[in-house]
Protein backbone atom coordinates (compact mmCIF):
# COMPACT_ATOMS: atom_id res chain seq x y z
CA UNK A 1 0.00 0.00 0.00
CA UNK A 2 1.06 3.76 -0.35
CA UNK A 3 0.40 6.93 0.62
CA UNK A 4 -0.95 9.23 -1.85
CA UNK A 5 -1.50 12.59 -1.72
CA UNK A 6 -0.42 13.46 1.49
CA UNK A 7 2.56 16.20 2.42
CA UNK A 8 4.09 13.36 5.16
CA UNK A 9 3.23 11.17 7.54
CA UNK A 10 1.96 12.03 11.30
CA UNK A 11 1.81 9.71 13.78
CA UNK A 12 -0.41 10.94 15.95
CA UNK A 13 -0.10 8.95 18.95
CA UNK A 14 3.27 7.80 20.09
CA UNK A 15 5.39 6.76 23.28
CA UNK A 16 8.43 7.47 22.31
CA UNK A 17 10.90 6.48 24.95
CA UNK A 18 8.68 3.56 26.21
CA UNK A 19 8.98 2.69 22.45
CA UNK A 20 12.99 2.52 22.60
CA UNK A 21 12.78 1.09 25.93
CA UNK A 22 10.16 -1.66 24.79
CA UNK A 23 12.85 -3.07 21.82
CA UNK A 24 15.36 -4.01 24.54
CA UNK A 25 12.97 -5.89 26.60
CA UNK A 26 11.59 -9.61 25.94
CA UNK A 27 8.93 -9.88 22.90
CA UNK A 28 5.60 -11.70 24.33
CA UNK A 29 3.75 -11.23 21.02
CA UNK A 30 4.77 -14.34 19.34
CA UNK A 31 3.42 -15.93 21.97
CA UNK A 32 0.35 -18.77 21.89
CA UNK A 33 0.25 -19.73 25.51
CA UNK A 34 1.47 -19.34 29.12
CA UNK A 35 3.71 -21.97 29.04
CA UNK A 36 5.46 -20.07 25.79
CA UNK A 37 5.42 -17.10 27.97
CA UNK A 38 7.64 -18.71 31.08
CA UNK A 39 9.70 -20.67 28.49
CA UNK A 40 11.17 -16.62 26.80
CA UNK A 41 10.91 -15.39 30.58
CA UNK A 42 13.39 -18.29 31.76
CA UNK A 43 15.98 -17.63 28.93
CA UNK A 44 16.35 -14.21 29.66
CA UNK A 45 16.97 -15.20 33.45
CA UNK A 46 19.21 -17.59 32.50
CA UNK A 47 21.16 -14.82 30.19
CA UNK A 48 20.71 -11.98 32.67
CA UNK A 49 20.93 -13.54 36.27
CA UNK A 50 20.97 -9.89 38.03
CA UNK A 51 18.51 -7.79 36.51
CA UNK A 52 14.89 -7.41 36.32
CA UNK A 53 13.00 -9.64 33.85
CA UNK A 54 11.13 -6.87 32.05
CA UNK A 55 8.80 -8.66 29.13
CA UNK A 56 6.23 -6.99 26.78
CA UNK A 57 3.36 -7.77 24.10
CA UNK A 58 1.58 -10.12 26.05
CA UNK A 59 -2.06 -10.91 24.28
CA UNK A 60 -4.06 -13.82 26.10
CA UNK A 61 -7.00 -13.05 24.53
CA UNK A 62 -5.71 -13.96 21.86
CA UNK A 63 -4.81 -17.48 22.90
CA UNK A 64 -6.64 -20.38 22.60
CA UNK A 65 -6.55 -21.13 26.53
CA UNK A 66 -7.18 -16.98 27.32
CA UNK A 67 -4.96 -17.29 30.74
CA UNK A 68 -1.84 -16.06 32.17
CA UNK A 69 0.65 -17.47 34.04
CA UNK A 70 0.13 -18.18 37.24
CA UNK A 71 2.42 -16.16 40.40
CA UNK A 72 3.48 -19.71 41.32
CA UNK A 73 5.15 -20.26 37.68
CA UNK A 74 6.66 -16.93 37.31
CA UNK A 75 8.55 -17.72 40.95
CA UNK A 76 9.80 -20.81 39.62
CA UNK A 77 11.80 -18.80 37.16
CA UNK A 78 13.20 -16.58 39.74
CA UNK A 79 12.46 -15.46 43.34
CA UNK A 80 15.24 -12.72 43.69
CA UNK A 81 14.80 -11.02 40.02
CA UNK A 82 11.39 -9.23 39.92
CA UNK A 83 9.85 -10.14 36.69
CA UNK A 84 6.97 -8.09 34.83
CA UNK A 85 5.40 -9.26 31.91
CA UNK A 86 3.44 -6.67 30.43
CA UNK A 87 -0.45 -7.28 28.33
CA UNK A 88 0.51 -5.76 25.28
CA UNK A 89 -1.64 -2.91 25.51
CA UNK A 90 0.01 -1.65 28.92
CA UNK A 91 -2.53 -1.57 31.14
CA UNK A 92 -2.65 -4.99 33.17
CA UNK A 93 0.58 -7.45 33.64
CA UNK A 94 1.74 -10.34 35.10
CA UNK A 95 4.61 -9.99 38.30
CA UNK A 96 6.18 -12.28 39.89
CA UNK A 97 6.01 -12.46 44.31
CA UNK A 98 9.13 -9.79 44.85
CA UNK A 99 7.67 -7.55 41.61
CA UNK A 100 4.23 -7.28 43.56
CA UNK A 101 6.15 -6.74 47.30
CA UNK A 102 8.21 -4.20 46.33
CA UNK A 103 4.85 -2.07 44.80
CA UNK A 104 3.38 -3.12 48.31
CA UNK A 105 0.60 -5.86 47.09
CA UNK A 106 0.80 -8.89 49.62
CA UNK A 107 -2.19 -11.27 50.55
CA UNK A 108 -4.31 -8.61 52.32
CA UNK A 109 -3.07 -5.36 50.65
CA UNK A 110 -6.38 -3.33 49.80
CA UNK A 111 -7.03 -2.62 45.89
CA UNK A 112 -5.39 0.94 44.66
CA UNK A 113 -7.81 3.48 43.80
CA UNK A 114 -7.85 3.11 39.85
CA UNK A 115 -6.54 -0.32 40.14
CA UNK A 116 -7.24 -4.07 40.69
CA UNK A 117 -4.94 -6.86 42.12
CA UNK A 118 -6.07 -10.31 40.82
CA UNK A 119 -6.98 -12.71 43.69
CA UNK A 120 -7.99 -16.27 43.14
CA UNK A 121 -11.47 -17.44 45.09
CA UNK A 122 -9.15 -17.89 48.48
CA UNK A 123 -8.10 -14.38 48.09
CA UNK A 124 -4.31 -15.24 47.16
CA UNK A 125 -2.47 -12.88 44.76
CA UNK A 126 -2.97 -14.36 40.99
CA UNK A 127 0.00 -11.94 40.23
CA UNK A 128 -2.02 -10.36 37.36
CA UNK A 129 -2.60 -6.27 38.19
CA UNK A 130 -4.63 -3.75 36.44
CA UNK A 131 -4.28 -0.07 35.59
CA UNK A 132 -3.32 1.90 38.39
CA UNK A 133 -2.08 -1.49 40.72
CA UNK A 134 -0.26 -2.22 37.13
CA UNK A 135 1.66 1.54 37.09
CA UNK A 136 2.33 0.77 40.75
CA UNK A 137 4.61 -2.55 40.39
CA UNK A 138 5.99 -0.99 36.70
CA UNK A 139 6.96 2.21 39.00
CA UNK A 140 8.63 0.21 41.43
CA UNK A 141 11.50 -1.15 38.67
CA UNK A 142 14.31 1.61 38.99
CA UNK A 143 14.49 3.63 35.76
CA UNK A 144 17.51 3.54 33.41
CA UNK A 145 20.18 5.65 33.92
CA UNK A 146 20.55 8.76 31.74
CA UNK A 147 22.49 8.21 29.59
CA UNK A 148 20.80 4.44 29.11
CA UNK A 149 17.51 6.69 28.88
CA UNK A 150 18.67 8.81 25.82
CA UNK A 151 19.95 6.16 24.03
CA UNK A 152 16.47 4.35 24.57
CA UNK A 153 14.53 7.78 23.14
CA UNK A 154 16.75 7.59 20.53
CA UNK A 155 16.32 4.34 19.42
CA UNK A 156 12.47 5.15 19.57
CA UNK A 157 12.92 8.35 17.29
CA UNK A 158 15.06 6.36 14.62
CA UNK A 159 12.63 3.57 14.20
CA UNK A 160 9.47 5.89 13.68
CA UNK A 161 11.04 8.47 11.48
CA UNK A 162 14.26 6.31 9.36
CA UNK A 163 12.02 3.35 9.58
CA UNK A 164 8.62 4.31 9.22
CA UNK A 165 8.73 7.32 7.17
CA UNK A 166 7.06 9.74 9.98
CA UNK A 167 7.38 13.66 9.60
CA UNK A 168 5.69 14.37 12.92
CA UNK A 169 5.05 12.52 16.08
CA UNK A 170 3.23 13.26 19.07
CA UNK A 171 3.79 11.68 22.24
CA UNK A 172 0.93 11.22 24.44
CA UNK A 173 2.20 10.77 27.95
CA UNK A 174 5.47 12.84 27.68
CA UNK A 175 7.85 12.65 30.71
CA UNK A 176 8.84 15.72 32.17
CA UNK A 177 12.38 14.87 30.92
CA UNK A 178 11.17 14.72 27.10
CA UNK A 179 11.26 18.05 25.60
CA UNK A 180 14.88 19.41 26.28
CA UNK A 181 15.97 15.45 24.95
CA UNK A 182 13.70 15.48 22.18
CA UNK A 183 15.33 18.94 21.21
CA UNK A 184 18.75 17.79 21.26
CA UNK A 185 17.59 14.21 19.05
CA UNK A 186 15.32 16.61 16.44
CA UNK A 187 18.46 19.11 15.89
CA UNK A 188 20.34 16.54 14.39
CA UNK A 189 17.48 16.37 11.44
CA UNK A 190 17.29 19.68 10.80
CA UNK A 191 13.50 20.68 10.53
CA UNK A 192 12.63 17.53 8.61
CA UNK A 193 10.65 16.38 12.14
CA UNK A 194 8.03 17.71 14.17
CA UNK A 195 7.27 16.18 17.66
CA UNK A 196 4.40 17.74 19.90
CA UNK A 197 4.20 16.66 23.45
CA UNK A 198 1.90 15.58 25.91
CA UNK A 199 2.54 15.62 29.49
CA UNK A 200 0.06 14.34 32.13
CA UNK A 201 -2.01 17.32 33.50
CA UNK A 202 -0.30 16.43 36.44
CA UNK A 203 2.94 17.19 35.06
CA UNK A 204 1.49 20.48 32.80
CA UNK A 205 2.74 23.28 35.24
CA UNK A 206 5.91 22.26 35.20
CA UNK A 207 6.56 21.23 32.01
CA UNK A 208 4.77 24.22 30.91
CA UNK A 209 7.54 26.75 32.92
CA UNK A 210 10.36 24.49 31.64
CA UNK A 211 9.03 24.78 28.09
CA UNK A 212 10.65 28.03 27.29
CA UNK A 213 13.63 26.62 27.62
CA UNK A 214 13.61 24.22 25.14
CA UNK A 215 10.57 24.49 22.52
CA UNK A 216 11.28 25.49 19.09
CA UNK A 217 9.39 25.12 15.80
CA UNK A 218 10.25 21.50 15.60
CA UNK A 219 9.80 20.15 19.28
CA UNK A 220 6.29 21.98 20.94
CA UNK A 221 4.16 21.18 24.02
CA UNK A 222 0.50 20.24 22.50
CA UNK A 223 -1.82 19.89 25.48
CA UNK A 224 -2.17 18.09 28.92
CA UNK A 225 -3.05 14.46 28.65
CA UNK A 226 -5.61 12.83 31.16
CA UNK A 227 -6.44 9.28 31.64
CA UNK A 228 -10.46 8.64 31.75
CA UNK A 229 -11.26 4.92 31.49
CA UNK A 230 -8.33 1.02 30.66
CA UNK A 231 -9.30 -0.89 28.15
CA UNK A 232 -11.57 -3.34 26.28
CA UNK A 233 -8.65 -6.10 26.92
CA UNK A 234 -8.72 -5.97 30.62
CA UNK A 235 -12.72 -4.88 29.98
CA UNK A 236 -11.46 -1.64 32.53
CA UNK A 237 -12.71 0.27 29.40
CA UNK A 238 -15.84 2.43 30.97
CA UNK A 239 -19.17 1.11 29.04
CA UNK A 240 -22.78 2.38 29.15
CA UNK A 241 -23.97 -0.95 29.17
CA UNK A 242 -22.04 -3.98 30.61
CA UNK A 243 -19.71 -6.54 29.57
CA UNK A 244 -21.01 -9.61 28.72
CA UNK A 245 -17.89 -11.26 30.52
CA UNK A 246 -16.87 -8.20 33.10
CA UNK A 247 -14.50 -8.19 35.81
CA UNK A 248 -15.85 -9.18 38.95
CA UNK A 249 -17.27 -5.93 40.32
CA UNK A 250 -16.80 -4.41 37.60
CA UNK A 251 -19.66 -4.62 35.42
CA UNK A 252 -19.02 -1.55 33.07
CA UNK A 253 -15.26 -1.13 33.71
CA UNK A 254 -13.57 1.46 35.48
CA UNK A 255 -13.95 4.80 35.11
CA UNK A 256 -10.86 6.70 36.30
CA UNK A 257 -11.78 10.13 36.43
CA UNK A 258 -14.85 11.72 37.87
CA UNK A 259 -17.05 14.35 35.85
CA UNK A 260 -15.59 17.20 38.49
CA UNK A 261 -11.85 15.86 37.88
CA UNK A 262 -12.07 16.07 33.55
CA UNK A 263 -13.72 19.38 33.82
CA UNK A 264 -11.34 20.57 36.75
CA UNK A 265 -7.81 18.90 34.33
CA UNK A 266 -9.92 21.21 31.01
CA UNK A 267 -9.63 24.32 33.12
CA UNK A 268 -6.12 23.79 33.96
CA UNK A 269 -4.98 22.92 30.33
CA UNK A 270 -7.03 25.96 29.54
CA UNK A 271 -5.52 28.67 31.52
CA UNK A 272 -2.32 28.05 29.95
CA UNK A 273 -3.69 28.37 26.42
CA UNK A 274 -3.77 24.27 25.52
CA UNK A 275 -6.31 21.92 24.61
CA UNK A 276 -6.57 18.54 26.59
CA UNK A 277 -5.89 14.70 25.01
CA UNK A 278 -8.21 12.17 27.17
CA UNK A 279 -7.78 9.00 26.57
CA UNK A 280 -11.03 7.20 26.82
CA UNK A 281 -12.02 3.96 24.99
CA UNK A 282 -15.91 3.20 26.25
CA UNK A 283 -18.44 4.84 24.98
CA UNK A 284 -19.00 6.54 28.82
CA UNK A 285 -15.98 7.67 28.74
CA UNK A 286 -16.27 9.40 25.49
CA UNK A 287 -19.33 10.94 26.91
CA UNK A 288 -17.66 12.46 29.94
CA UNK A 289 -15.39 14.06 28.31
CA UNK A 290 -17.65 15.34 25.55
CA UNK A 291 -19.99 16.54 28.39
CA UNK A 292 -16.89 18.05 30.42
CA UNK A 293 -15.79 19.88 27.13
CA UNK A 294 -19.48 21.19 26.84
CA UNK A 295 -19.64 22.46 30.05
CA UNK A 296 -16.48 24.03 30.61
CA UNK A 297 -15.92 25.45 27.25
CA UNK A 298 -12.20 26.15 27.08
CA UNK A 299 -11.02 29.16 24.41
CA UNK A 300 -8.44 26.82 23.36
CA UNK A 301 -8.98 24.77 20.19
CA UNK A 302 -7.68 21.25 19.14
CA UNK A 303 -8.73 19.22 22.00
CA UNK A 304 -8.64 15.58 21.72
CA UNK A 305 -10.11 12.16 22.57
CA UNK A 306 -8.23 9.36 22.26
CA UNK A 307 -8.59 5.86 21.15
CA UNK A 308 -12.59 6.54 21.26
CA UNK A 309 -12.91 3.20 20.05
CA UNK A 310 -16.36 2.58 21.49
CA UNK A 311 -18.70 5.17 20.73
CA UNK A 312 -22.18 5.76 21.28
CA UNK A 313 -24.49 6.71 18.30
CA UNK A 314 -26.07 9.85 19.96
CA UNK A 315 -22.04 11.23 20.76
CA UNK A 316 -20.93 11.00 16.83
CA UNK A 317 -22.07 14.45 15.67
CA UNK A 318 -20.91 16.21 19.09
CA UNK A 319 -17.29 15.62 17.58
CA UNK A 320 -17.71 17.93 14.59
CA UNK A 321 -20.26 20.41 16.58
CA UNK A 322 -17.89 20.56 19.96
CA UNK A 323 -14.26 21.42 17.85
CA UNK A 324 -13.08 17.84 19.64
CA UNK A 325 -10.81 15.80 17.38
CA UNK A 326 -10.80 11.77 17.33
CA UNK A 327 -7.07 10.70 17.15
CA UNK A 328 -8.01 6.99 16.49
CA UNK A 329 -5.36 3.71 16.55
CA UNK A 330 -7.37 1.68 14.13
CA UNK A 331 -4.83 -0.66 13.80
CA UNK A 332 -6.54 -1.95 17.53
CA UNK A 333 -9.17 -3.61 15.69
CA UNK A 334 -6.81 -5.58 14.19
CA UNK A 335 -5.40 -7.03 17.68
CA UNK A 336 -8.72 -6.04 19.95
CA UNK A 337 -11.18 -8.66 17.40
CA UNK A 338 -11.33 -11.49 20.20
CA UNK A 339 -12.34 -9.16 23.12
CA UNK A 340 -14.66 -7.37 20.92
CA UNK A 341 -16.38 -10.07 20.09
CA UNK A 342 -16.08 -12.02 23.84
CA UNK A 343 -16.88 -8.35 25.61
CA UNK A 344 -19.62 -6.65 23.44
CA UNK A 345 -21.38 -9.36 21.11
CA UNK A 346 -24.59 -6.95 20.96
CA UNK A 347 -22.37 -3.93 20.26
CA UNK A 348 -20.14 -4.25 17.57
CA UNK A 349 -21.92 -1.93 15.72
CA UNK A 350 -20.36 0.99 18.27
CA UNK A 351 -16.95 0.25 17.53
CA UNK A 352 -14.69 2.55 15.71
CA UNK A 353 -17.68 4.40 13.91
CA UNK A 354 -14.94 6.02 10.99
CA UNK A 355 -17.53 6.86 8.46
CA UNK A 356 -20.13 7.77 10.79
CA UNK A 357 -18.00 10.62 11.81
CA UNK A 358 -16.56 12.01 8.58
CA UNK A 359 -19.66 11.80 7.18
CA UNK A 360 -20.99 14.04 10.70
CA UNK A 361 -18.13 16.69 9.41
CA UNK A 362 -15.05 15.67 10.58
CA UNK A 363 -12.15 15.94 8.41
CA UNK A 364 -9.48 13.11 7.66
CA UNK A 365 -6.04 14.00 8.78
CA UNK A 366 -7.80 17.58 10.63
CA UNK A 367 -10.44 16.12 13.02
CA UNK A 368 -10.01 12.64 12.79
CA UNK A 369 -6.29 11.65 12.48
CA UNK A 370 -4.44 8.15 13.30
CA UNK A 371 -1.66 7.16 14.92
CA UNK A 372 -0.68 3.76 16.39
CA UNK A 373 -0.01 3.85 20.02
CA UNK A 374 3.02 2.19 19.79
CA UNK A 375 4.89 0.48 21.59
CA UNK A 376 1.15 -0.95 22.40
CA UNK A 377 1.25 -2.21 18.73
CA UNK A 378 4.15 -2.13 16.18
CA UNK A 379 3.61 1.38 14.14
CA UNK A 380 3.65 0.83 10.87
CA UNK A 381 0.81 2.92 9.40
CA UNK A 382 -0.01 0.50 6.79
CA UNK A 383 -1.97 -1.61 9.54
CA UNK A 384 -4.39 1.49 10.76
CA UNK A 385 -4.90 1.60 6.94
CA UNK A 386 -5.94 -2.13 6.83
CA UNK A 387 -8.14 -1.76 10.05
CA UNK A 388 -9.91 1.36 9.11
CA UNK A 389 -10.50 0.02 4.89
CA UNK A 390 -11.17 -4.05 5.96
CA UNK A 391 -11.87 -4.29 9.87
CA UNK A 392 -10.35 -7.55 10.26
CA UNK A 393 -6.88 -9.10 10.29
CA UNK A 394 -5.66 -10.60 6.85
CA UNK A 395 -6.01 -13.75 7.79
CA UNK A 396 -9.83 -13.43 8.33
CA UNK A 397 -12.83 -14.56 6.00
CA UNK A 398 -14.41 -10.99 5.14
CA UNK A 399 -17.58 -12.34 7.19
CA UNK A 400 -15.20 -11.98 10.25
CA UNK A 401 -15.03 -7.51 10.03
CA UNK A 402 -16.52 -5.67 12.48
CA UNK A 403 -18.69 -3.08 11.79
CA UNK A 404 -18.10 -3.30 7.82
CA UNK A 405 -20.91 -0.40 7.45
CA UNK A 406 -18.19 2.04 9.10
CA UNK A 407 -14.89 0.81 6.47
CA UNK A 408 -13.37 3.92 5.32
CA UNK A 409 -11.72 4.05 1.90
CA UNK A 410 -7.87 3.62 1.17
CA UNK A 411 -7.38 7.33 -0.07
CA UNK A 412 -9.67 8.27 3.33
CA UNK A 413 -7.35 5.88 5.86
CA UNK A 414 -4.08 7.99 4.85
CA UNK A 415 -5.70 11.03 4.43
CA UNK A 416 -6.23 10.38 8.22
CA UNK A 417 -2.03 10.28 8.50
CA UNK A 418 -1.52 12.92 6.91
CA UNK A 419 0.02 16.41 7.98
CA UNK A 420 -2.16 19.36 6.59
CA UNK A 421 -0.36 21.38 4.06
CA UNK A 422 -0.76 24.32 6.09
CA UNK A 423 1.00 23.18 8.72
CA UNK A 424 4.55 22.19 6.92
ZN1 LIG B 1 -1.13 5.64 24.55
Redesign the pocket.
Known amino acids: MTAPHINGLREA ?1 A ?1 LFQHGRSIEMVDLSSCSSAGEVIHLLVERARAHDNEPILAHGARPDGWEEPIWPTIAQLDAVSTTQPIIAWCFDYHALVGNTIALSAAGFDHDSPNPLGGIVGRDKAGALTGVVYERAALAVWDAVPEPAEVLRMQMLRAGVTDLVERHGFVEIHD ?2 AQTWLGPSLAAIAATYRGRVRFRLWPLVTDLAEVYTSHQAWATDEVALGGGKIFVDGTLNSRTAWMLHPYADSQPDHPYGTPMMSASAIEDSIRQCDELGLPIAA ?1 AIGDAAVRSVLDAIERVGPQARGHRI ?1 HCEVIDADDVPRFAELGVIASVQPCHLLYDIEALRRGLPDRLDRVMPLRSLIDAGLIPGEGLIFGS ?1 VP ?1 VRPDPADSVRGAVHRRRETHKPEAAIGKDQALTEDEAWACFGVASSTR
Open positions: HHLKHEDI
